[in-house]
T-cell receptor, first 114, second 115 residues
Framework: KAGVTQTPRYLIKTRGQQVTLSCSPI?????VSWYQQTPGQGLQFLFE???????NKGNFPGRFSGRQFSNSRSEMNVSTLELGDSALYLC?????????????FGNGTRLTVT | KQEVTQIPAALSVPEGENLVLNCSFT??????LQWFRQDPGKGLTSLLL?????REQTSGRLNASLDKSSGRSTLYIAASQPGDSATYLC??????????????FGKGTLLTVNP
């Protein structure tokens, strides 16, 4: 069974640009969540989707947005990039419709903003 | 504020030693708690998931305990091996309103097992 796939693996963008990251969950998983990981703040929750509906949202500005498609694939978008957005962005999926199942993470997208 | 704290931030032990990693959290209204390991440059691998009604979970050489009343969890690793070297993260799913629960991570413990 294929794991969680995130593309691209690395991205370099300039301040003010926008970026879209993609996540394909494990087949059959309907819940997808996104996290930002930085050395200073650690892992912080961005948002969570279940069956195309946003179920939870973290404390990030509106420049961060996401969506989930009918095939459970998810994208997150960051507009007007700032230097502080440089981070490893991780996506996770889980099975079931509750929080009882463990999370399975992808290897992340490393975003560098210059 | 719902927070998760992991102490120590780093730990170095000789191979074969049994060790305990600690996780504390500020709110007892939790859904579950999960332990992960992260290898450099990689995503997280789930190790153990403990539901709020459970006291412990075991998988191989790993044992995780949960004490909701005191806001603590421990991850016990028996007979440590160099391959156990990684960052270990504790994540707590706190109640966030309605029927939803949000995941909050600790900053992790960097474990080094020396041959």
């Amino acid at each position: 069974k294929a794991g969680v796939t995130q593309t691209p693996r690395y991205l370099i963008k300039t301040r003010g640009q926008q970026v879209t990251l993609s996540c394909s969950p494990i087949s059959g998983h309907r819940s997808v969540s996104w996290y930002q990981q930085t050395p200073g703040q650690g892992l912080q929750f961005l948002f969570e989707y279940f069956s195309e509906t946003q179920r939870n949202k973290g404390n990030f500005p509106g420049r961060f947005s996401g969506r989930q498609f009918s095939n459970s694939r998810s994208e997150m978008n960051v507009s007007t990039l700032e230097l502080g957005d440089s981070a490893l962005y991780l996506c996770a999926s889980s099975g079931g419709d509750s929080y009882n199942s463990p999370l399975h993470f992808g290897n992340g997208t490393r975003l560098t903003v210059t | 504020k719902q927070e998760v704290t992991q102490i120590p931030a780093a730990l170095s032990v000789p191979e074969g030693e049994n060790l305990v990693l600690n996780c504390s959290f500020t709110d007892s209204a939790i859904y579950n708690l999960q332990w992960f390991r992260q290898d450099p440059g990689k995503g997280l691998t789930s190790l153990l998931l403990i539901q709020s009604s459970q006291r412990e979970q075991t998988s191989g050489r790993l044992n995780a305990s949960l004490d909701k009343s005191s806001g603590r969890s421990t991850l016990y690793i028996a007979a440590s091996q160099p391959g156990d070297s990684a960052t270990y993260l504790c994540a707590v799913r706190f109640y966030s309103g309605g029927s939803n629960y949000k995941l909050t991570f600790g900053k992790g413990t960097l474990l080094t097992v020396n041959p």
